[in-house]
Antibody, heavy 122, light 109 residues
Framework: EVQLVESGGGLIQPGGSLRVSCAAS????????MSWVRQAPGKGLEWVSV????????YYADSVKGRFTVSRDNSRNTLYLQIHSLRAEDTAIYYC???????????????WGQGTLVTVSS | EIVMTQSPATLSVSPGDRATLSCRAS??????LAWYQQKPGQAPRLLVY???VRATGIPARFSGSGSGTEFTLTISSLQSEDFAVYYC???????????FGPGTKVDIK
């Protein structure tokens, strides 16, 4: 059974940094691209970043480019999102999502975690 | 960037009725279009991919159609568990810049 479990969210002051994680199980993690998608309170879904299964290719939404860094540790089956210079508008639930087919990066998402809430406030 | 729009923003439907949700892309995405369902407090769930292919375990009352820039998700006979927000998403352009529509909320009439 595929499981994705996010952690690391919390209350952070503006300008601060945070790393959120996504622990994966139930599939060959290194074969699949993984994405981060966020959802501000009461708002829609916003794709944030994707990383190839090998970790060699990474892409970001323009809204987060330069402040967010996606990475993965395939030996630990874990996906990460490092967030710097946090702003109030980064307040959201951060979901990790698995690509539906192996080896491709431009693929829809077949499994999602339950999300971790990041709140940016002083 | 490909912009996705959805209509209507809210759809009020009675249980047992048919619901038709629309999604439009600002440029062609071929058939690289997915639909997700999200209930309050839950993560999104994949319903349809490739514009018309139901995901594993999705009931036959859900059907997707369209290609290019115009897409439709139809729920043939709404059940109580179908009241939720529905999002379309394109996964067409390179470099990857997945975009979601703003969502359609299906609520009880």
């Amino acid at each position: 059974e595929v499981q994705l479990v996010e952690s690391g969210g919390g209350l952070i002051q503006p300008g601060g940094s945070l790393r959120v994680s996504c622990a994966a199980s139930g599939f060959a993690f290194s074969n699949y691209a993984m994405s981060w998608v966020r959802q501000a309170p009461g708002k829609g879904l916003e794709w944030v970043s994707v990383i190839h299964g090998s970790g060699g290719s990474r892409y970001y939404a323009d809204s987060v480019k330069g402040r967010f860094t996606v990475s993965r540790d395939n030996s630990r089956n874990t996906l990460y999102l490092q967030i710097h210079s946090l702003r109030a508008e980064d307040t959201a639930i951060y979901y990790c999502a698995k690509a539906a087919t192996p080896y491709d990066i431009l693929v829809y998402f077949d499994y999602w975690g339950q999300g971790t809430l990041v709140t940016v406030s002083s | 960037e490909i912009v996705m729009t959805q209509s209507p923003a809210t759809l009020s439907v009675s249980p047992g009725d048919r619901a038709t949700l629309s999604c439009r892309a600002s440029q062609s995405v071929s058939s690289n279009l997915a639909w997700y369902q999200q209930k309050p407090g839950q993560a999104p769930r994949l319903l349809v991919y490739g514009a018309s292919v139901r995901a594993t375990g999705i009931p036959a009352r859900f059907s997707g159609s369209g290609s290019g820039t115009e897409f439709t998700l139809t729920i043939s006979s709404l059940q109580s568990e179908d009241f939720a927000v529905y999002y379309c998403q394109q996964y067409h352009n390179w470099p990857p810049l997945f975009t979601f529509g703003p969502g359609t909320k299906v609520d009880i009439k």
